[in-house]
T-cell receptor
């Protein structure tokens, strides 16, 4: 069974500090994709970063980087130089083969990040 | 602006009403999805439309019915909903096999 685990329900971080959001996953598939999404209070799911299971380099997108450790099955999100606008819910997600014959995105329980001025 | 457009953004409906949520994308994506998200919970998949085939999560009640008029539109018809169906409904699209899942801004549904 595929599963995504986020063990930090909430985090408080001082502005301008770096923050790491934890994500571990479990799958028997060799080919899979890992995503991080940001969801502000408005509700929209904003794509941040993607890592494919065969990608050897860690993904980076501006201030976001994904620390991919395949053997440990972890895909932590690192946000450098945090800003007040980073306050939101963050979801780790994995693209898996769905139960009803299609690919689907399955989500972890999320981490609520609050940036303190 | 998001490339997946959902309307309406907010909807309040009574338990005897019939309403529809609309989702449209013009990115040429071959798969579209409806997710339901309760407060402080992750999104849960309801339906997938992929390569002209509709797949249904069997745990979703029949009072929700998806409709795909064409490859750019995925509607969600609502009938005789219950208060516990109040949630944020998110539509997404993707190019199957590749990486991108693009979400709309969601419809906040309240059933009274």
């Amino acid at each position: 069974a595929q599963k995504i685990t986020q063990t930090q329900p909430g985090m408080f971080v001082q502005e301008k500090e770096a923050v790491t959001l934890d994500c571990t996953y479990d799958t028997s598939d060799q080919s899979y994709g890992l995503f991080w999404y940001k969801q502000p209070s408005s509700g929209e799911m904003i794509f941040l970063i993607y890592q494919g299971s065969y990608d050897e380099q860690n993904a980076t997108e501006g201030r976001y980087s994904l620390n991919f450790q395949k053997a440990r099955k972890s895909a932590n999100l690192v946000i450098s130089a945090s800003q007040l606008g980073d306050s939101a819910m963050y979801f780790c997600a994995m693209r898996v083969q769905g139960d009803f014959g299609n690919e689907k995105l399955t989500f972890g329980t999320g981490t609520r990040l609050t940036i303190i001025p | 602006d998001t490339e997946v457009t959902q309307t309406p953004k907010h909807l309040v409906m009574g338990m005897t009403n019939k309403k529809s949520l609309k989702c449209e994308q013009h990115m040429g994506h071959r798969a579209m999805y409806w997710y339901k998200q309760k407060a402080k919970k992750p999104p849960e998949l309801m339906f997938v439309y992929s390569y002209e085939k509709l797949s249904i999560n069997e745990s979703v009640p029949s009072r929700f019915s998806p409709e795909c008029p064409n490859s750019s539109l995925l509607n969600l018809h609502l009938h005789a909903l219950q208060p516990e169906d109040s949630a944020l409904y998110l539509c997404a699209s993707s190019q199957v096999v590749t990486s991108g899942y693009t979400f709309g801004s969601g419809t906040r549904l309240t059933v009274v």
